[in-house]
């Protein structure tokens, strides 16, 4: 992975020291409320219902053993011994003291980590595949392009004060796992007919409020070209985009109200002016990509017969390497999902134990990292197939290893009313309650696929208006009611879910959504997911059950 | 009033000239609407001119005219309005302008760095007992990723 060089390393250090004046100023009195909340949002520090919230950053959601260790020690030192991992593979603690922050940011620095822009309104931590490197569609690893514009966002000085937040997303895959689509920028790897490598470029997607798919501004751009492009692309919106209303200032509302020709026409001008000045050289791709190389794989791990003899032992280890396994490019290896959707804890929430446990793992089975998912989960990547079973019994002491990626009880769920300031409603209690309803294992498995998304208000944290099944709070004169939507996807067929009726009730929602199962299992054919079955029976099926 | 100018802080002698108030000698700025009216007029001011550039305005409009001022105001009519930035970097990478770029109005000195970077050399704050912080921020960083002004 990335390592930081002296410079990265004096400039979080830097950032850390600026950031520990600013506070002090703050709490002196001589700086107000409406700038710091700026200043400290810049640096991912929001004020929550009950405390400060944290959002450190997890650059395109890869961390090392040794970065666990400090998240884990942050929880205990500063918080209540628990993190929580985000959809933008971002990490979040909910209960530091502000003044502690900048000491929080310190031990981070220590170990190469920092809450750069992970809010405010500017650009964010760039997400990608959380199987960038091992997967086996992938065109080109996308984590050197990533950190190339990691680099280039960390501290922009022209792109601080945008009309909204940015978020870039860059997928090197066939299959889209990074929701490229529903990105202020996504930026998919291709090859033209030549072979070369380049970018399709899209604008203008994203969730919230609007949620929009976006479009492609740039069927192909040269390697070369990809910072002068963005920056090109995040000019035009800075200097474009509304500033009159803040649920109307994302780059999707500039498209839409412009036109994608408009929008294409003022960003292709700006490119011209700029893209001879702004040129990566190959020097500097080949440069960031030798830390990305693949580590020492054992090229006789294909050999091990062990793994088919414990599978066939173990019918629970079986299932688990069916649910939460995937397949790697390198023979005898494979990807393995660390489950944080255990059915008594919150979706995506994570102990300091079982932080300082996964990174002893990691370095035991998987190179010393761990990836974040966009469905707040982690990834173990570099799996040797012998060692599955002893990861497997490992995980499961953990509590960590519930066979349920990818299934109903897969949930992206925000933090809701318990701690968030916008929330209109309640997540994590559902949640809780969607899991207990579906506690049975055979039962999830035979519904299979499904993305079930929940957020407790409009601004749609959880993205429910992507998934399968969308559930969104409300609130209705101070009770809490719940939207329900079908038929939504992040993947490569991006769609928006469709609205099922009016909202309902907090004690209905459980049950509706086990209404919504029954009609899949009763009009699926052969083995199609409920995505499939919801495009061809519609949703009129699901509404006559429900009302 | 005293104003940053350069990494120093020095009295300031411009005067900013509201559309409906009358010219006076000396150095002075308008605003672009002004400009394009009363260019010929302006021609003949004694001491210097600056325009002074809203966030919604186009830069480009005064590209030709860079070489007969001293002075562009970027304005920010409040601290989360960025355009200004934008503003500044195109003035000296775009159109090569040498002469003063000040940011005036409604920001904080804690934004005195990022604005530096993309050309900014003079700072005028609406609370000039900010001026000290706002010089110490300058050196907030020594190092730094984007190619920028400075």
Redesign the interface.
Known sequence: MYQYND?DQ??IN??V??YRG?TE?YLKGE?GED?FR??RLMNGLYVQTHAPMLRVAGPYGLLSSKQLRMLAHVARKYDKSYAHITTRQNIQFNWPDLKDVPDILEDLASVQMHAIQTSG?CLRNTTTDHLAGVATDELEDPRPYCEIIR??T?????????PRKFKIAVSGTEQDRAATQLHDIGVHIVKNEAGETGFRILVGGGLGRTPVIGKVIRPFLEKKHLLSYLEAIV?VY??NGR?DNKYKARIKILVRESGIEKMTEWVEAEWQ?IKD??EVSDERFTEVQAHFTPPAYDKSANQDTSLDTNKAQSSAFATWLKYNTTEHKTPGYKAAFVSLKAPDSPPGDITDKQLDEIASLADQYSFGEIRTTHRQNMVLADIKQAELFELWQKLDVLSLATPNIGTATDMICCPGLDFCALANAGSIGIAKEINEALDDLDYLHDIGDLKINMSGCMNGCAHQSVGHIGILGVDKKGVEWYQLTLGGSSENEAALGERLGPAVAKDQVTKAVTQILDVYIAQRQDEEIFLDTVKRIGINPFQQAIY | MKIIKDKQIIEDSWRHIADDEEMTNGDITVSLARWNKEKDVLANHQGNIGIRIAPAEDVAEISDDLKNISLVAVELPAFTDGRAFTHARLLRSRYGYQGEIRAIGNYMADQAFYLHRVGVNAFELENEAELSTALSTLNDFTVKYQSSTN
């Open positions: 410079d004096t400039l830097e950032r020291t600026q600013q100023r700086i700038e700026t200043l309104n680099q280039w960390i501290l922009h000085p022209e792109f601080a004060y945008l000019r800075n200097l500033r002016q000045g702004m």
